[in-house]
């Protein structure tokens, strides 16, 4: 039976695809590229990764995508479509890394085809990268505030220190890396310095998909979070309210159906 996408992969962003197709960009991590090699050979977490679902969307049209049986097809038919598909230097590196040096039942991880298709992507960014503006102002309260990518880089390295509780092991012991910081920071760049009117990124990581709420002000806890980390560095902090780095036309979605958005 081939496989075609499941809700936990198209039905999530689909409908945060609001802007025109040629304004929307849709970032790939490397957790999510190796999801949909793997989609193709076995379950995740007990589910089979792509499972069958309706849709009327023309951006995956369920005859175009079922009709893949490999998933160099499917980064394929990503690239027919209207909307943006991109990968930064960082993510590529790593699916590199997992062509080379990593094998599943005795096949690389990533396939050369497919890594040939992910390339193109990379290009498509660093051709978006070249276009970025120096700096964009962004609503925040009655005002705007300037931005230059440095600037953006610092909001998503305190956004990823909020995104979860200080006793939470993804916040002391397994905290964000360096290259999800830098596709968060790549994603903003292309929605706010870029000519992109909507961002998405498709990840299974948590540190990802939580940092990403905190930056479009999505997070339930964002406000505690940050008030516990203000007590802990000596700062007491009295008052209830909310959290708001001022960032909208970005979303985050899990390729795995076991990530509650």
Same mark, same amino acid.
């Given at each position: 039976? !081939? &496989?075609?996408? #499941? ?6 962003? *689909?409908?945060? %695809? ?12 490397t957790g999510a590229i190796i999801d949909i090699e793997n989609g193709f050979t076995y379950k995740i977490n007990g589910h089979k990764f792509l499972a069958s679902r309706p849709s009327s969307s023309g951006i995956f049209e369920m005859s175009s995508i079922d009709s893949c049986s490999k998933p160099s097809e499917l980064f394929a038919h990503f690239q027919k479509l209207p909307y943006q598909f991109l990968v930064t230097p960082e993510v590529f590196e790593e699916v590199r ?9 005795? !096949? &690389?991880?990533? #396939? ?6 992910? *390339?193109?992507? %990379? ?92 930056? #479009? ?45």
């Amino acid at each position: 039976m !081939k &496989p075609i996408f #499941s809700q936990a992969f198209i039905g999530l962003f *689909e409908t945060a %695809l609001e802007a025109p197709p040629e304004k929307t960009g849709i970032f790939l991590d490397t957790g999510a590229i190796i999801d949909i090699e793997n989609g193709f050979t076995y379950k995740i977490n007990g589910h089979k990764f792509l499972a069958s679902r309706p849709s009327s969307s023309g951006i995956f049209e369920m005859s175009s995508i079922d009709s893949c049986s490999k998933p160099s097809e499917l980064f394929a038919h990503f690239q027919k479509l209207p909307y943006q598909f991109l990968v930064t230097p960082e993510v590529f590196e790593e699916v590199r890394q997992h062509h080379y040096h990593h094998r599943h039942n005795g !096949k &690389p991880e990533i #396939s050369k085809e497919s890594l040939y298709y992910i *390339e193109n992507f %990379l290009s498509d960014y660093s051709l978006c990268r070249r276009l970025f503006r120096d700096k964009c102002q962004i609503p925040f309260g009655d005002s705007f505030v300037s931005r230059t990518l440095d600037h953006i880089g610092y909001d998503t390295h305190w956004a990823s220190m909020l995104a979860f509780p200080l006793n939470h092991k993804k916040f002391y012991i397994d905290p964000i890396s360096r290259p999800d910081r830098g596709l968060i920071t790549a994603a903003l760049g292309a929605r706010y310095l870029g000519d992109f009117q909507n961002v998405v990124i498709i990840s299974p990581d948590s540190h990802i998909l939580d940092t990403v709420r905190i930056l #479009s002000g999505r997070h339930p806890n964002a406000f505690s979070n940050y008030s516990a980390l203000m007590q802990q560095r000596g700062e007491n902090i009295n008052i209830e309210g909310t959290l708001n780095f001022g960032y909208d036309g970005i979303s985050a979605f899990s390729s795995r159906p076991d990530f509650d958005e």
